[in-house]
């Protein structure tokens, strides 16, 4: 069964420095995508970043980027030059890369982010 | 572009009343999808779609319906709610594999059971 991993409730990060977000998973599916996502107050689920399993780089996408590390199943996200805006609840999700399956994703407990000044 | 549209945002029911979540999305997407959101828990699959006509179970079931008779449109219904059925619902759309093949989420309903 398919099984994400975030391990860390809540994290804090001074505007303009880089911040990791972790996410390890657990899957018996040799090819899946992983996702992760930005809730931020209002509420709406907004996409970052994908990754999927055979990507040979990391995914990036402006500031964000995905440190994929196939061997450790773990899906970090990376935010560089954090602002304000960044302060929201973060989830990694993943999806087995099975036509019937495209809308399935398996999420995180998510990580709640706050930039401070 | 409306995208994902949920409706109502917000409803308050009885115990044993019933209801239907709507959701519409006007981008052709195959693929719909039912999450419910509870704290410390994250997104749990409730029901799923492959397209029309075709809908199966996702990890949370119990105690909803669905059903798709166009693309456009999955409603989620609730037969008899249960305090226990008090969350947020999201529901999603995607066009599949094609690229990264993202989740487009609606805005959410808020339901609360008393």
């Known amino acids: 069964a398919q099984k994400i991993t975030q391990t860390q409730p809540g994290m804090f990060v001074q505007e303009k420095e880089a911040v990791t977000l972790d996410c390890t998973y657990d899957t018996s599916d040799p090819s899946y995508g992983l996702f992760w996502y930005k809730q931020p107050s209002s509420g709406e689920m907004i996409f970052l970043i994908y990754q999927g399993s055979y990507d040979q780089q990391n995914a990036t996408e402006g500031r964000y980027s995905l440190n994929f590390q196939k061997a450790r199943k773990s899906a970090n996200l990376v935010i560089s030059a954090s602002q304000l805006g960044d302060s929201a609840m973060y989830f990694c999700a993943m999806r087995e890369r099975d036509t019937g399956t495209a809308s399935k994703l398996t999420f995180g407990t998510g990580t709640r982010l706050q930039v401070t000044l | ?114």
């Open chain 2, 1 to 114: 572009n409306a995208g994902v549209t949920q409706t109502p945002k917000f409803q308050v029911l009885k115990t044993g009343q019933s209801m239907t979540l709507q959701c519409a999305q006007d981008m052709n997407h195959e693929y719909m999808s039912w999450y419910r959101q509870d704290p410390g828990m994250g997104l749990r699959l409730i029901h799923y779609s492959v397209g029309a006509g075709i809908t199966d179970q996702g990890e949370v079931p119990n105690g909803y319906n669905v059903s798709r008779s166009t693309t456009e449109d999955f409603p989620l219904r609730l037969l008899s709610a249960a305090p226990s059925q008090t969350s947020v619902y999201f529901c999603a759309s995607t066009k599949g594999l094609a690229n990264t093949g993202e989740l487009f989420f609606g805005e959410g309903s808020r339901l609360t059971v008393l």
